[in-house]
C-alpha cells in the first residue's frame, strides 16, 4: 500500500518534491477551511430565511387581521402585498381553453394569466380558465427609513 504523501498529484511525485508538497498542503488546508466555513454560512442563512419567513407570515396575518394595508415605524414602512399568481396544473387544458379563447396569450408570458386569476378572485370573471388555479404570494413590501 502506498502511503498518501507517496501518491502522485497531477503526475508529479510530491514526495521528491518537499517544497511542492508543502505548498499544495497550505492550499489544500485553506482552500478546505474557506468551504467549510462557506457551508456553514449557507446552513445559517437557509435557517435565517426559514425565520423571517414565519415572521413575515405572522406580521402579515396580524396586519390583515387588524385591517391595515401599511404600518409606518421607526424601520421604514411595511406594505402588505397580497397578489394572485397563476399556478398551471393542466397545461393542455390551458393550451385547448386560450386557443379557442385567448389565442394571444398562447404568445405571451404568464402574467395574462395571473391577470385573470385576478380578475375571476374579485368577481369580475365568471371563473378561471381551465387548468389554472389561483397562487398566492403573500409578502411585506418594506421600504427602509
Request: aromatic share 4%.
Amino acid at each position: 500500500m502506498v502511503a498518501d504523501d507517496e501518491l502522485p498529484v497531477g503526475g508529479i511525485d510530491t514526495a521528491a518534491m518537499p517544497e511542492v508538497k508543502a505548498n499544495l498542503d497550505a492550499l489544500i488546508e485553506a482552500y478546505a477551511d474557506a468551504r467549510i466555513v462557506r457551508e456553514e454560512a449557507l446552513d445559517t442563512v437557509n435557517r435565517l430565511r426559514e425565520t423571517e419567513a414565519r415572521l413575515e407570515a405572522r406580521l402579515f396575518d396580524e396586519m390583515e387581521k387588524l385591517n391595515v394595508r401599511s404600518v409606518r415605524h421607526a424601520r421604514g414602512l411595511f406594505i402588505l402585498n397580497d397578489l394572485a399568481w397563476a399556478d398551471v396544473t393542466d397545461e393542455a387544458a390551458v393550451r385547448d381553453w386560450a386557443n379557442a379563447e385567448m389565442p394571444e396569450i398562447l404568445l405571451a408570458n404568464r402574467s395574462k394569466l395571473a391577470t385573470l386569476v385576478r380578475e375571476a378572485l374579485r368577481g369580475e370573471r365568471e371563473a378561471m380558465p381551465p387548468g389554472v388555479e389561483p397562487k398566492f404570494s403573500r409578502k411585506i413590501n418594506w421600504r427602509r427609513s
